[in-house]
């Protein structure tokens, strides 16, 4: 059998503890020098020696002592009686240590492995639960479960409480205790060999999954020299159907737009990349369900996780920084065609605590689920007269989008939550305390003028777009007070302008997964208000391109932290930092920011950007692997998930589909595959709230609406990321109104697998008919609309014309 050193090396401290005192010093003088040699080319945290082990259930003679002898057999097992339950068991450590997890070999198959298990430790003659190491529907034999920073774990007794398993017992070879530090949990091997984590994955990196028509295509190759041929051929074989150069590592086939079912594969050297689709929309094709389908598993109080979980509100985990509405409505802004064609999942529930939610009226049952996530979210904040100034900020988008939603909601939800919006907006104290609160106060109107850490809890400029949608809704209802919100955008896009330093990564990536809220909502304002903006406010952005453009000259056109060697924030603790949403979310402030430079080449070198980042998460990255441990079975296309999940958390997430789990680490940078599975892997909302906002970005950057009349009629043509069925003509609707006519238009798929969308509807100009009757009738010029409010695309006919594109904002 072989071992992992640092297995081994424990079992020898194990049995070097246990043996009698003069063997204890002779060995230890032996020992000191072997286990310096042994981890001399693989330095790792050491686990803690146990002292003492004790159960309340024990079968024959497999008692508890044999989880901490340092052999992980069969044999060397403790074994319950069958069919007690629960059942614990006890560790004891020498003296009291701050611990980071542990590592569990247990059960002798998946069928027989701990099923549900609670860890709990002593602190003040008590046992207390560690939230993060609650651990449910396992099937994993060896198992890491790792301590979150929430809660120290200072203790000398562990307890492992488990609540069920598969067949009726509880079976546990061994049980590793490791300390906190800088070295942190390792991640868990098998017991019969050491890991070897990227051998299966080819040297040619790129999207596992596949690329859209049209867009950029590039992979990067780390070990071949420039000037290597690259070639794509066929998986099954066959001719070239292209070729190129790799130059720097990289290989660009942007110009290889094959429309076919067939998968590809690259060729360069003796490597082969693994095989990949290219299609009209791949990556939304193959992520939009997805996104909504973890939306709906990891919401608190209901979905597949109902007990309560600590520092959680609409969903777990999210904390008071979630920003899940700040990215919902975006989705359903950008594209509501593609989100109302989905199944239909999600049923009301009414409140088993009303102290929980309820104060919102349920949603129609044939609302889509997207429009009941922002009804949930919505109801949670005002239900609990949440006070914090993020989620307060959420409900601006609710309010702001309620044109567009009153079609699913009772008119009661709009007043409901205009009424708590307006009260609690400016209030500076919050109604409790909230986990990872770095706020000073919680007026939304003040300036804020402090830089948040790497958590994410604090952007710069996260108020500009919530005051700017206030403002909206403000003059929308007539209010008198509608400019103190704009004045609020204002003032803080200005002290933004003259005080925030993008040189500096504190500002831009050293936010975590929070970052494109900064970029976007400054986007928003120039964007919406460009005679209104403050000074210097496009200059800033144009640095801000700049900074991004200038740390993206690398081998993964990626952008790094800083110019110098950090690629990814690091910190002194294990946790820092696990940052797939931060790669994922960068897409969104890109493509705001694109259409605002005035540089052509630095627009087409944010479109390499947009998707090299989306890439990243799906295996253009040094590990190979795509940032979702599940992601093989969830995403069609992708061979290689993320290393591990992490059982537990406060989140309870592991069991969520399409969870984003990991991403790599400082160790992997700039190609360093052979360092595995680093650092922290774990699921947070926040992560997949970021890769969401950048979809509803990408569906408004490639959505297109054209208008033009044909004798007695018009005829919308629709381009928006909808064709996902590339065998069967799908359908959408456009808004098309004259005056006060207003008719909603559907528009079908000029063929399968096409581009485009069309429709035609009967036009006369005069006095304007009604409403919905299927013509129409008006003076003056004629909208066509697909999507609402500031990520709407429009089109406008004047009559003396025979066609018109776009409107430009």
């Not at 050193?5 to 063997?23: A, D, F, G, Q």
């Not at 403790?78 to 450590?93: A, E, M, N, R």
């Not at 999210?318 to 989705?331: A, N």
């Amino acid at each position: 059998m072989n071992y992992d050193p640092t297995v081994l090396e424990v079992t020898l401290k194990r049995r070097l503890h246990r043996s009698y005192p003069y063997i204890r010093r002779a060995w230890s003088v032996f020992l000191c020098g072997f286990c310096a040699t042994l981890h001399a080319q693989l330095p790792r945290a050491m686990p803690l020696p146990a002292v003492g082990a004790s159960s309340n259930s024990t079968a024959g003679d497999q008692g508890p002592a044999r989880v901490i002898d340092g052999v992980i057999t069969e044999e060397s097992s403790w074994i319950s009686v069958s069919g007690v339950s629960p059942v614990w068991l006890d560790v004891q450590l020498e003296g009291v240590h701050t611990l980071a997890g542990l590592h569990l070999y247990n059960g002798f198959d998946p069928a027989t492995t701990i099923k549900d298990l609670v860890v709990q430790f002593r602190y003040d003659g008590r046992w207390v639960e560690i939230p993060s190491a609650r651990v449910s529907g396992n099937r994993q034999v060896a198992l890491g479960v790792a301590f979150d920073d929430t809660m120290a774990v200072t203790t000398d007794r562990l307890r492992l409480l488990v609540t069920a398993t598969h067949d009726g017992q509880a079976r546990i070879k061994e049980v590793f205790l490791w300390p906190a530090g800088t070295g942190g949990m390792p991640p868990i091997v098998s017991a019969d060999k050491v890991a070897t984590p990227d051998t299966a994955i080819p040297r040619i990196y790129l999207n596992q999954s596949g690329f859209n028509l049209g867009e950029p295509k590039r992979f990067t190759a780390p070990t071949l020299p420039d000037k290597t041929r690259f070639e794509i051929e066929s998986a099954r074989g066959g001719p070239v159907l292209f070729s190129g150069e790799v130059r720097g590592n990289i290989g660009d086939f942007s110009a290889f737009d094959p429309v076919s079912e067939d998968e590809f594969v690259v060729v360069a050297g003796s490597e082969r990349s693994v095989p990949f689709r290219i299609g009209m929309w791949w990556l939304e094709r193959v992520t939009y369900q997805r996104a909504i389908d973890f939306m709906v598993d990891s919401r608190h109080y209901v979905g597949n996780w109902r007990a309560a979980c600590r520092g959680s509100f609409a969903w777990r985990d999210d904390h008071h920084f979630g920003w899940e509405l700040h990215t919902l409505v975006p989705q359903y802004l950008s594209n509501p065609s593609a989100y109302a064609r989905m199944p239909r999942q999600v049923r009301y529930e009414a409140p088993t605590e009303k102290s929980l939610w309820g104060a919102l009226e349920p949603y129609r049952d044939d609302a889509p689920d997207l429009v009941k996530m922002i009804h949930w979210g919505a109801d949670v904040i005002v239900t609990q007269r949440l006070g914090h100034e993020h989620l307060k900020a959420q409900l601006a988008y609710f309010l702001y989008a309620w044109p567009w939603l009153r079609e699913f909601l009772p008119e009661q939800n709009y007043e409901a939550v205009r009424e708590y919006t307006f009260i609690a907006w400016s209030q500076p104290k919050a109604d409790r305390q909230y986990p990872y609160d770095e706020s000073p106060e919680h007026d939304l109107l003040a300036l804020k003028t402090k830089v948040g850490t790497t958590k994410g809890a604090y952007p710069p400029g996260f108020s500009v777009q919530p005051n700017l949608l206030l403002f909206e809704v403000a003059r929308r209802e007539h209010r008198a007070d509608a400019e103190l919100y704009f004045e609020a955008a204002h003032r803080q896009a200005a002290w933004m302008i003259a005080n925030v330093d993008w040189d500096d990564p504190q500002s831009t990536k050293g936010q975590r997964m929070s970052e494109f809220l900064t970029a976007t909502g400054l986007a928003h304002f120039l964007r919406e208000y460009p005679d209104r903006a403050p000074a210097g406010l496009r200059e800033k952005l144009e640095s801000w391109a700049s900074v991004v453009i200038r740390r993206s000259e690398n081998l993964w056109d990626f952008r790094k932290l800083t110019d110098g060697p950090e690629w990814v924030p690091t910190g002194p603790q294990r946790t820092m930092w696990n940052e797939p949403g931060n790669v994922l979310g960068l897409p969104a402030a890109l493509l705001a920011v694109q259409p605002l430079l005035g540089d052509v080449a630095k627009r087409a070198r944010i479109d390499e950007l947009v998707y090299a980042h989306f890439d990243n998460g799906f295996g253009r990255n040094p590990t190979g692997r795509h940032f979702s441990y599940d992601a093989p079975r969830e995403l069609e296309g992708v061979e290689h998930g993320w290393y591990s999940f992490h059982h537990g958390g406060i989140g309870q997430l592991s069991e969520v589909r399409f969870v984003v789990d990991g991403s790599p680490k400082r160790q992997h940078y700039p190609y360093h595959p052979e360092q595995g599975n680093v650092g922290w892997t774990e699921g947070w909302v926040q992560f997949n709230a970021a890769f969401n906002h950048s979809l509803a970005w990408l569906a408004y950057a490639n959505t297109r609406v054209t208008l033009r009349r044909e004798g007695d009629h018009l005829i919308a043509q629709l381009v928006a990321p909808l064709n996902f069925d590339y065998q069967r003509v799908e359908s959408a609707r456009v808004r098309v109104a004259a005056g006060d006519d207003v008719e909603w238009l559907n528009v079908d798929e000029d063929g399968a697998n096409a581009r485009t969308f069309s429709g035609r509807i009967p036009w006369h100009r005069g006095t304007p008919s009604r409403a919905g009757d299927g013509k129409l009738q008006g003076e003056g010029s004629v909208e066509a609309q697909y999507g609402f409010g500031y990520l709407a695309r429009r089109a406008v006919l004047i009559p003396e014309r025979t066609s018109a594109t776009e409107r430009k904002r």
